[in-house]
């Protein structure tokens, strides 16, 4: 199986397009164009190359031309239809390369170039590109293509940042895509309870062995790792909006007992859930 392919329409013709985006663009794709995505209030997982993570407000990505990709909201109980992130495309073509060529461009050129594995930025430079984002959704002529290039300034002058795919992941790659596409959406819909490896290999149409040799090749990570990794990211976000007490956040998020959540939220939030929440009550 292959990504889908999907062409972007430039009705207006001009040379790049914004949008917004919501959970529903959660299948696998590739396109010639290049493409900034900031998520403002959504969480979930994407997908970029051989890479699976999970994101959170203000992630911030930028996918070059012909890399696999698509990403999947969490449903936290609201509108399934709010706009959760804005989405950036455009053509080399349309900044042409008499442009590109120049001294000054030196940046904006490795910029390109090294969105072939795609790269992620921190929070901070995501709240940065915030403002141009939004510019770019209303603004017309001249004014739209200072905010494209102010946005370009501020990606390219980031100090922090890191590549998302493998090199062999940014050319073709014989693995079935669809598969963990189906796998992602299954994690991301049943979290909150155990999930056997023999019940999604029976989804990916693999033996349990197979199927966690194909996951852990495919994304780096190991099945059971991911999906604690997708319950710590709920488990944030519970902790951020909600004032759920962490005993009853445990089990929401499918921990079986505290001990463990309390082990797995260490390790992949990098502190306590109760320093976790204090960071967002003081």
Same mark, same amino acid.
């Given at each position: 199986m292959i990504p889908e392919i999907i062409a972007i329409r430039h009705d207006d013709g001009s040379g790049f397009r914004a949008e917004w985006i919501d959970h529903e663009s959660n299948f696998? &794709?590739?396109h010639p164009e290049y493409e900034i995505v900031l998520n403002i209030s959504g969480n979930g997982t994407r997908v970029a190359g051989d890479s699976v993570e999970i994101f959170d407000h203000y992630d911030l990505v930028f996918y070059g031309p012909d890399l696999r990709h698509f990403w999947n909201f969490y449903n936290?109980?609201?509108d399934e239809r709010e706009k959760h992130a804005i989405m950036c495309h455009f053509r !080399?073509? =349309?900044l042409g390369e008499a442009l590109l060529s120049q001294f000054e461009m030196a940046d904006l050129r490795r910029l390109l170039d090294e969105s072939a594995r795609g790269i992620s930025f921190t929070a901070e430079t995501g709240r940065a590109a915030e403002e141009p984002m939004r510019r770019l959704l209303s603004e017309t002529g001249m004014r739209k293509m200072v905010s494209l290039f102010r946005l370009f300034e501020i990606l390219s002058s980031a100090e922090k940042y890191k590549f998302? $795919?493998?090199d062999a992941a940014a050319g073709t790659r014989d693995m079935n895509? =669809? !598969?963990l596409t189906a796998v992602c959406a299954f994690v991301r819909d049943n979290f909150f309870r155990q999930i056997p490896v023999r019940e999604v290999a $029976?989804? $990916?149409? +693999? =033996?349990p062995h197979s199927f966690s040799r194909f996951f852990s090749r495919s994304t780096g990570s190991g099945f059971v790792d991911y999906v604690n990794q997708v319950r710590t990211n709920k488990a944030c976000y519970l902790l951020r909006e909600t004032? &759920?007490?962490i005993n009853e956040i445990v089990f929401e998020c499918g921990f079986a007992t505290v001990s463990n959540f309390n082990k797995q939220f260490r390790k992949h939030a990098? +502190? =306590?859930a109760r320093d976790y929440r204090a960071q967002y009550r003081s």
């Open positions: 696998l &794709h590739v936290n109980g609201g !080399r073509e =349309s998302l $795919a493998g895509d =669809s !598969r $029976a989804i $990916a149409k +693999m =033996s004032d &759920h007490q990098g +502190m =306590s």
